[in-house]
Nanobody
């Protein structure tokens, strides 16, 4: 499966952005999906996770209450709505999925538990 992230940009603190992750080559309707981000000089970190039917979501504490992950399986697309953006949200954002079963907390947040990645989209938040 190929993933294509888009929707990043340069915004001011307090603004909103919606990232999209479009999949091709395979339907993602049977896959969990995740968003991660990586700031310069830092490790890639977990942002959000959504299960197959979209009813279960999980967020990093740093984005909880501001970001919302959702999916439209009919469009083979996953979204990340980001509100009240802060300068510390500045990073390259990646969507990811895996094609194998994995259970447990580490499977939500561990980047190594995802084996398909999009190319990333830059989000820059100015103060």
């Amino acid at each position: 499966v190929q993933l294509q992230a888009s929707g990043g940009g340069l915004v001011q603190a307090g603004d909103s952005l919606r990232l999209s992750c479009s999949a091709s080559g395979r339907t993602i309707s049977v896959y969990v999906m995740g968003w991660f981000r990586q700031a310069p000089g830092k490790e890639r970190e977990f942002v959000a996770h959504i299960n197959v039917n979209g009813r279960l979501t999980y967020y990093a504490d740093s984005v909880k209450g501001r970001f919302t992950i959702s999916r439209d399986n009919a469009k083979n697309t996953v979204y990340l709505q980001m509100n009240n953006l802060k300068p510390e949200d500045t990073a390259v954002y990646y969507c990811a999925t895996r094609d194998y079963y994995c259970s447990g907390f580490g499977c939500y947040v561990g980047a190594t538990q995802y084996n398909y990645w999009g190319q990333g989209t830059q989000v820059t938040v100015s103060s």
